[in-house]
T-cell receptor
């Protein structure tokens, strides 16, 4: 099993550009999550999904959109990137009652 | 809502010494609690979790944590630090059915 994978690993954007981060899991987990990690702030939940075709807002959803068209994939979109979105983004997945399994992260720099 | 507080953003220990990382939670209902470890430039890895039952939980890499309801604490310990334990550690509590709330993290450095 590959577990949770994320694409790309690193990206540089200019302010106003758009991009999509892809998360894939092969553990047949129902739940998937997108977090951002910033120094001294731990991980903050951006959006999450409790099943195919469903998404919900987390703590810091502004400026991001998500889609879960397939059970194994969870996409995070930035429509108009801002320097405040410079961060490390982690995807995670879980089944009910279990801990979350994390991907390796995507480092995003917005200039 | 549940939340967790990690006491101390940095901990430095000598190799072979006790590692103690502190975590307190706030919850009006019995919480599900977790400790994760993050090595440099990697994702988070689950060390251990407390759901119900035994209050002393053993995890991977020789770590363990004790759930103390009277102190609302879930401190992480390892009797003897190894150089490979240098990493950042996160305490988390589960909110509702699936969401996790993370502490700010504690960075552990190990001195030779």
């Amino acid at each position: 099993n590959a577990g949770v994978t994320q694409t790309p690993k690193f990206r540089v954007l200019k302010t106003g550009q758009s991009m999509t981060l892809l998360c894939a899991q092969d553990m047949n987990h129902e739940y998937m999550y997108w977090y951002r990690q910033d120094p001294g702030m731990g991980l903050r939940l951006i959006h999450y999904s409790v099943g195919e075709g469903t998404t919900a807002k987390g703590e810091v959803p502004d400026g991001y959109n998500v889609s879960r068209l397939k059970k194994q994939n969870f996409l995070l979109g930035l429509e108009s990137a801002a320097p405040s979105q410079t961060s490390v983004y982690f995807c995670a997945s879980s089944k009910q009652g279990s801990g979350q399994y994390f991907g390796p992260g995507t480092r995003l720099l917005v200039l | 809502a549940q939340s967790v507080t990690q006491l101390g953003s940095h901990v430095s220990v000598s190799e072979g010494a006790l590692v103690l990382l502190r975590c307190n939670y706030s919850s009006s209902v019995p919480p599900y609690l977790f400790w994760y470890v993050q090595y440099p430039n990697q994702g988070l890895q689950l060390l251990l979790k407390y759901t119900t039952g035994a209050t002393l939980v053993k995890g991977i890499n020789g770590f363990e944590a004790e759930f103390k309801k009277s102190e609302t604490s879930f401190h992480l310990t390892k009797p003897s630090a190894h150089m490979s334990d240098a990493a950042e550690y996160f305490c988390a509590s589960r909110e509702g059915v699936y969401k996790l709330s993370f502490g700010a993290g504690t960075t552990v450095t190990v001195r030779a």
